[in-house]
């Protein structure tokens, strides 16, 4: 069942863009915000998580003996996944209310458990 802040198509790109280590590094960061941060469960939340799971990837990626071209596509690239990341951040920050345990758990829950 769809956790009623999170759409479906959402839960299927988790599942088929991440892989296993990038899945547990996005529900941690979930996770931290959720609790320590203290963000709604939206999709707000999923695409800031997403953001932050993207930029690890390209700096798990980069290599130090990478070309002048691959190096600037690189920066270009976290440019504009950084923007996102801020972007989303700004609007969990404005929206911050108070979520109970329970739906913070069903929330990450919903991502961790395949259909």
């Not at 296993?20 to 695409?47: M, N, Q, T, W």
């Not at 998580?49 to 690189?74: D, P």
């Not at 920050?93 to 329970?102: A, L």
């Given at each position: 069942m769809p956790?009623?802040?999170?759409?479906?198509h959402l839960?299927?790109?988790?599942?088929?863009?991440?892989n296993p280590a990038?899945?547990?590094?996005?529900?941690k960061k979930a996770r931290e915000s959720l609790i320590v941060e203290?963000?709604?469960?939206c999709e707000d939340l999923y695409h800031y998580c997403y953001f932050l799971t993207l930029k690890e990837r390209i700096r798990s990626l980069s290599g130090h003996n990478a070309g002048g071209l691959a190096r600037y596509l690189v920066v270009e690239v976290t440019k504009d996944v950084e923007e996102a990341i801020t972007m989303y951040k700004e609007?969990?920050?404005?929206?911050?209310?108070?979520?109970?345990?329970e739906?913070?758990?069903q929330f990450l829950r919903y991502?961790?458990?395949p259909d």
């Amino acid at each position: 069942m769809p956790h009623q802040s999170l759409p479906q198509h959402l839960k299927e790109q988790f599942l088929r863009e991440f892989n296993p280590a990038e899945r547990i590094f996005f529900l941690k960061k979930a996770r931290e915000s959720l609790i320590v941060e203290g963000y709604s469960p939206c999709e707000d939340l999923y695409h800031y998580c997403y953001f932050l799971t993207l930029k690890e990837r390209i700096r798990s990626l980069s290599g130090h003996n990478a070309g002048g071209l691959a190096r600037y596509l690189v920066v270009e690239v976290t440019k504009d996944v950084e923007e996102a990341i801020t972007m989303y951040k700004e609007r969990l920050e404005k929206n911050k209310q108070f979520v109970s345990f329970e739906e913070r758990n069903q929330f990450l829950r919903y991502l961790e458990c395949p259909d």
